[in-house]
């Protein structure tokens, strides 16, 4: 009897739970993994909040993954154990792979659409949104902190040099000398850098030189495309930095952003690197600061061009239930608000994604009071994208960069000619492209 | 009549034997097979497509002349790590096993940094030999004018990792080491010490023939340490580079892997690594277990 008793009051137990949160609806819950440390860490946190507060149905919580590829393997490991999140960051650099893998993903038209979000394409800066659409125009991949590589400069430094703090140098020749005077002025360990070496030194240097990274328009147009950054430019700049680095005047700081301590701390003063580096440097340089465009071999023709997009865009992971997906539609259309994508352009230095954004922060008066700010969309627009600098979509291309890095590294060590580093940056890619080429073509 | 328990189940050592076999099927012989089947695979990074391509991984991967040079690299890198912690790790343990005041102290912090995570030590190493923050860099480079700098130079970032690898396994040599020193009967060296031997020679004909299981079982421990453990120790310090300086055969595992999202070539090169490993471990056990005295 007292068994019968028991089991009774806890089947009306577990019924009364039920219908309690029947009632109270929890919301719908929307993970989204992420890569951001620091204060860009925060404007997610500060997102997420901020949508969650603005109503009740859905809950998006965000949790960081480690670094730009740790995160982008920590979701391809979930998706294979059928546990991926909502959405993903992914940095510019896995793009290809993200849409090699059709069956994996959700393409952020088709999530738009079916949830009847209003979504208009041509709302989104075309710099930004066409390194995320395919050729067609649909949008794969919703564009979130976007930037571009730009040059930082120390102003006190300068001075101290007595080179005039707002005439930076504007090419190659004149940061070889300007690095030159600096060193002699007591910057002996380093007089120019950069963090990210292969982005900056042949990724953005091939577009803002107008130069092919590889055919077929940097892999956009197709997946048989083959590397091309072994060109006579090429080999010019990376001979030109092997001599400087052997005292210094040019110092490698390494395949990441680690290196970027360098500049805020006051030991480079001039330093090429992501838009994005703005909060660190605001929160962290005891010294004036500037920004300008990254230089160029001025007897290069077409040079300066313009930059690519760097930074991550946000992927739809497939597989989902339709009602998650529509608190999806609702938090991108919550990002993409005009009023909070100016927010977070001011706040982060990454570029605006909307038009409307853009033309709001520049209607406020906010570059100029705000000199060097519109530096990255100044070289991001400033020229109507060739094929060589609409983008780049390369398979593999995580650890197509580390054999780039590895072979850069050589010719900085002196172990290797530029020449033959470059060659070989260029051969061990294209195997690797054609690897990539395979697995997905099928 | 010799005194014997004898037990007439059956059934009961398999019974004993089942949780070690379970672990031992779950974390060894499952994943083990796993690597097996996708080393013959060509497949995409989220499993989509897969293609049965036979030995073509296997082929890929010994024709690569970067594969070869980690070779090179896993070979100075392991003798290098093993040789040096075991060789420091008994010196600091015939030390500390001798009558000096505070000996449980140094026995204690002695230990300490095997508590360490391997990524955790290679992020203390990298601090004080960064080149533009580290301290020790900066003594390195001030005081002995040798141009410091890891990030570029191959041999110094193989040192640094050598030392890091190295000063992480000292504690647990070391532990076992003392272990072994302290379970030597004290008459046999009094004898010894009796007869007229002197310290360096009591060492070597007593104390050292009656380490040499314990220095045995720790060969064989510290060449699997070095080949597997140190991942975590080079991926934070050097990430393999510069150029592939510090690529070791593990390393590439993860990196072809994880980075390139080539499971199959990782896959093919995780079988190989593990088929050196075994025969190692065959060939120490035929070979140097003859010289060891039970």
Known sequence: ?442 | MEKRAIYSHKLLPYLLLVPQMVVVIVFFYFPASQALYQSFLLEDAFGLHSEFVWFENFEHVLKDPDYWLSFVVTAIFSVAVAGLSLALALLFAVMADGQIRGANAYKTLMIWPYAVAPAVAGVLWLFMFQPSLGILAQIIRDRFGVDWNPLLNGTHAMLLVIMASTWKQISYNFLFFLAGLQSIPRSVIEAAAIDGASATRRFWTIIFPLLSPTAFFLLVVNVTYVFFDTFGIIDTMTGGGPSQATSTLVYKVYNDGRAGSNLGGSAAQSVILMIIVVALTAIQFKYVERKVHY
């Open chain 1, 1 to 442: 009897m007292f068994s019968r008793r028991l089991l009774l009051s806890a089947a009306a137990g577990i019924a009364l739970i039920a219908s309690a949160g029947a009632q109270a609806q929890a919301p719908i819950e929307i993970q989204w993994w992420h890569a951001l440390t620091g204060a860009n860490n925060d404007v997610v946190v500060k997102l997420s909040n901020d949508f969650n507060a603005s109503q009740s149905q859905y809950k998006v919580v965000p949790s960081y993954k480690g670094s730009y590829p740790d995160t982008m393997n920590a979701g391809i490991a979930a998706f294979r154990a059928n546990n991926a999140p909502h959405i993903l960051q992914v940095f510019e650099v896995g793009t290809a792979t993200m849409m090699g893998a059709r069956g994996a993903i959700k393409p952020v038209f088709d999530v738009m659409k079916e949830s009847g979000e209003k979504f208009d394409p041509n709302a989104y800066l075309p710099a930004v949104a066409g390194y995320y659409s395919t050729s067609k125009g649909e949008m794969l991949s919703m564009p979130f902190n976007s930037s571009t590589a730009i040059m930082w400069y120390n102003k006190d430094a300068f001075k101290k040099a007595n080179l005039d703090p707002n005439k930076p140098p504007k090419t190659w020749p004149e940061v070889f000398d300007y690095a030159k005077k600096l060193k002699a002025a007591g910057y002996a360990t380093c007089g120019v850098s950069n963090a990210w070496g292969t982005w900056l030194l042949l990724e953005q240097f091939s577009a803002w030189h107008n130069l092919p990274i590889a055919t077929k328009a940097n892999g956009m147009d197709g997946f048989d495309t083959e590397l091309r950054i072994n060109s006579p430019t090429h080999v010019r700049l990376l001979t030109d930095l092997v001599a400087l680095q052997k005292d210094k005047t040019y110092d490698y700081s390494g395949r990441t952003n680690n290196g970027e301590g360098r500049f805020t701390s006051g030991e480079c003063p001039i330093f090429m690197t992501s838009s994005g580096f703005f909060g660190n440097v605001k929160a962290n340089a005891k010294f004036d600061f500037g920004m300008s465009t990254l230089p160029y071999y001025p007897d290069v023709a077409g040079a300066p061009q313009n930059s690519i997009i760097g930074g991550a865009s946000l992927w739809v992971m497939g597989g989902k239930k339709a009602d998650e997906y529509k608190g999806v539609a609702k938090f991108f259309t919550f990002l993409s608000d005009t009023d909070r994508q100016a927010w977070l352009h001011k706040e982060s230095g990454y570029l605006p994604i909307t038009k409307a954004a853009y033309e709001k922060v520049k209607a406020e008066g906010f570059y100029q009071t705000n000199p060097g700010r519109d530096v990255p969309v100044i070289q991001m627009a400033g020229k109507p994208p060739t094929d060589n600098s609409r983008g780049l979509r390369l398979g593999s291309l995580v650890q197509i960069r580390d054999m780039w890095s590895e072979e850069l590294e050589a010719a900085f060590a002196g172990t290797k000619s530029p020449k033959d580093a470059l060659d070989a940056a260029v051969a061990r890619g294209n195997a690797a492209l054609r690897q990539f080429e395979r697995t997905v073509t099928r």
